[in-house]
């Protein structure tokens, strides 16, 4: 996992929680001022990246995310993701020393835009489409007869999220999520790669693949009482009525 994202994450969420939160903690419209949510994240990743390679990796980190309302179906959302995938192989011969090789690649996305909500009481689909950044850093390393030789390459691109999910409300102000994307990347083929072959830089588009799942922590109106207490509807009309 990427310490370096992880910990500036977290530290921008703890900064909006305390000095937005709680200025709408005490707001009511009959909407969600804001969610902050937290999860796992499958990723399947396209490996083409200019050389035209058709491999996959299966990829797992975490997911967090957070929205501001705007009106009861549409909202300014914050999706940021660190998946990762590693591998290694040592080699065998007889006639040959053995050798050992390493690789990882580790991905983090970073975008922004609407989330538009579709209001369904205990359970809410929404859909979204964000653009924004996919740094991607590939680390190897080969070693044989004490000897160990290593790189590193990163690359930063475009990214498109499309898809959306839905919300199971457990509390006033407390859901499980799972969602599902297509993520657009356009990574090229790294520059010292391309020097080494002796070939141009070029770019592709990668179509990449994510599922997530989590839990959702909802400020402001929270979420209705008839979203979580569905044997109490007079409740929760007259306190709707009386929010009116």
Do not use: C
């Amino acid at each position: 996992m990427n310490t370096k994202f992880t910990r500036g994450t977290i530290a921008a969420l703890l900064l909006f929680a305390t000095t937005t939160i709680p200025k709408l903690w005490a707001q009511d419209e009959g909407w969600a001022k804001v969610e902050v949510s937290l999860g796992y994240t499958y990723a399947n990743i396209d490996q083409n990246v200019g050389f035209g390679s058709g491999k996959r990796l299966s990829s797992n980190g975490i997911n967090l995310g957070g929205t501001i309302g705007i009106n009861k179906w549409l909202a300014a959302e914050l999706n940021t993701a660190n998946v990762t995938h590693s591998e290694s192989l040592t080699s065998f011969n007889a006639s040959l020393p053995s050798v050992t090789g390493t690789t990882s690649q580790d991905n983090n996305t970073y975008t922004f835009g609407p989330r538009f909500v579709l209001d369904r009481g205990k359970v809410r689909p929404y859909a979204h489409a964000l653009i924004g950044v996919d740094h991607q850093d590939l680390s190897f390393s080969v070693s044989t007869l004490g000897v160990s030789v290593s790189q590193h390459i990163t690359d930063n691109a475009l990214a498109a999220l499309v898809g959306g999910g839905v919300e199971l409300a457990v509390s006033k102000h407390v859901a499980l999520m799972a969602e599902g994307d297509y993520l657009l990347t356009r990574h090229g083929s790294p520059a010292i790669l391309s020097t080494v072959l002796g070939v141009p830089g070029t770019t592709a588009t990668q179509n990449n693949f994510r599922s997530s799942v989590g839990i959702v922590f909802r400020f402001g109106s929270g979420f209705e009482k008839k979203a979580y207490e569905p044997g109490d509807h007079s409740a929760a009309i007259s306190e709707r009525n009386h929010s009116m």
